[in-house]
């Protein structure tokens, strides 16, 4: 048999680890007046925006206007007026399109970040969700056998230096594996596709460190059929989402609640596994 969680850990919005109060995620369902939405896009609003070169949460594209004379991306400014709103009444930060290469292990020309929210705890920890578009090809970054990755993510800072680790959720457990780690979870690539297997083990002993079996206990009972990506003293918690919608989903209240649950849940187990690692490697 696969080996089993060790802990479950409810998750709560009041952790110590997450916001030093509670999240009001009323302004995610909160529906604004023409006129509230028009002095918002204002300001915002930058002709010729171009979505490779444009990450800065004042740039958007301009109005297109359907057949009949109505704005095509009202519901895109409705998402972001939400979203920044809700930003606003938690003490957090909102951006629109946030550079890439700002975030540990994202590659600036095959990462996309949208609707990036950044929020800090009482002690400082900062925590991240955001939605994710991923370019794969075989090999490496190139135009041959693309295929296009999405994902609702959830980050949590860790305070150390981490090795990079891209780890796939497994549908099933596997059966006689050494630990919690190696049952659940595979390694991959985030942005390459490979027809050889993967020589794994150097990946899992780096990542065991951080991703201990408590750890992976509270990860399975709160984040089931989430990937984990471990680099530069961050760990992404990326759901794979490839409806067609999956922008849209960014901002729906309950997911942002569930990424923000995981965030408090995980949060405190981490850290201290990061600290722990730290301090043997010292």
């Not at 959830?154 to 630990?179: C, N, Q, S, Y």
Request: proline share 7%; with cysteine.
């Amino acid at each position: 048999m696969a080996p089993q969680p060790t802990e479950s850990i409810a998750p709560t919005t009041r952790s110590r680890l997450m916001m030093p109060r509670p999240i009001d995620y009323a302004p995610l369902s909160l529906r604004p007046s023409k006129a509230e939405l028009a002095e918002y896009r204002r300001p915002r609003e930058v002709f010729g925006y171009d979505a490779s070169t444009g990450f800065d949460e004042q740039k958007a594209p301009m109005s297109k206007k359907g057949l009949f004379g109505q704005p095509t991306n009202n519901d895109v400014w409705e998402r972001r007026y939400r979203l920044n709103a809700f930003a606003e009444t938690n003490g957090m930060t909102y951006t629109f399109h946030a550079n890439p290469a700002h975030w540990p292990g994202k590659s600036k020309k095959a990462t996309t970040l949208t609707d990036v929210l950044i929020g800090s705890g009482a002690d400082g920890q900062r925590v991240m969700t955001c939605f994710e578009e991923d370019v794969k090809a075989q090999g490496a970054i190139s135009g041959r056998d693309v295929e296009f990755n999405e994902f609702l993510v959830v980050a949590l800072e860790l305070g150390v230096r981490t090795p990079t680790v891209f780890l796939t959720h497994r549908r099933r457990p596997a059966d006689k594996a050494a630990d919690l780690l190696q049952a659940n979870y595979t390694v991959g690539d985030l942005f390459a596709r490979h027809w050889a297997t993967i020589d794994g083990r150097p990946q899992y002993e780096a990542a065991r460190p951080y991703l201990t079996d408590q750890v992976l206990g509270v990860i399975l009972r709160v984040a089931l059929g989430y990937d984990l990506h471990l680099s530069g003293g961050w760990l992404y918690l990326m759901k794979p989402d490839r409806s067609a919608s999956a922008g849209k989903k960014n901002f729906v209240p309950q997911l942002v609640r569930e990424r923000f649950e995981i965030a408090a849940a995980v949060g405190p187990s981490i850290a201290e596994a990061a600290r722990d690692a730290s301090r043997a490697q010292a």
